[in-house]
């Protein structure tokens, strides 16, 4: 980052999406905050990883979904080939299931494609400076990730018989196990998914979808 003429840091910006209009609009967006500069645009992976390793933006605003190389894989290669550069995944809301490959691929944030001038700002600034960033719209999603992984696969089974109706005996006559075994099980559930009753454990689990 230099320092621009009003005195505040000027960030180095790259933009990857596969639709021209998508990335003409976010340059258009970007072109309104004065300590922006847009560097490059890709619209594809492969080219958003060789254009950041001649550039050194200090963002990537990336597409998940393109051709070729995708988004969480170009975001994986940029990690260990230039970590300097930050990352930041342009997503759509449908596209939340892929938060948690998202994750993995180390990504310092989230935004949606839909979200407000003001949001998109707030992220670029926020994971330039080494912080991460949630779009606040995507929360939900991160949340019912995180509880997912919390629940072991047992869990998860014994829940999804406890949605299906059946009683604890039903459940150990299932699976084989005692009913002992199925209490000790449904108490676990109950404290990771910070729910009061059976009931309520599962209207979590549905609503976050970690079972059907």
Known sequence: MVENGQGRKE???LIVDDHEVVRE??????????HIRVV????????????????KPDVVIMDVRMPGMDGLEATKILTEKVPETAVLIFT????????????????????LKE?????????????VAGDGFVDPALMPA??????????????????????????NADVAARLFI???TVKS???????????????????IALRDAIID
């Open 40 to 55: 490059g645009e890709a619209s594809d992976g492969a080219t958003a990883v060789a254009l950041t390793e001649r550039r």
């Open 142 to 167: 991160f949340l019912g990730d995180a509880r997912d992984e919390m629940l072991t696969g047992r869990e998860r089974e014994i829940l999804q018989l406890l949605a299906d109706g059946m009683s």
């Open 178 to 180: 005692s009913q002992e």
């Open 185 to 203: 099980h449904v108490r676990h559930i109950l404290t990771k998914l910070e729910a009061d009753t059976r009931t309520h454990a599962v209207a």
């Open 115 to 127: 979200a407000p001038h003001q949001t998109l700002l707030k992220a670029i600034d926020k994971v």
């Open 11 to 13: 960030i180095t910006c």
């Open 25 to 34: 609009g976010l340059r258009l967006s970007l072109s309104r905050a004065p």
């Open 92 to 111: 759509a809301y449908s596209e939340r299931s892929l938060l948690g490959r998202g994750l993995e691929s180390g990504a310092k944030g989230y935004i």
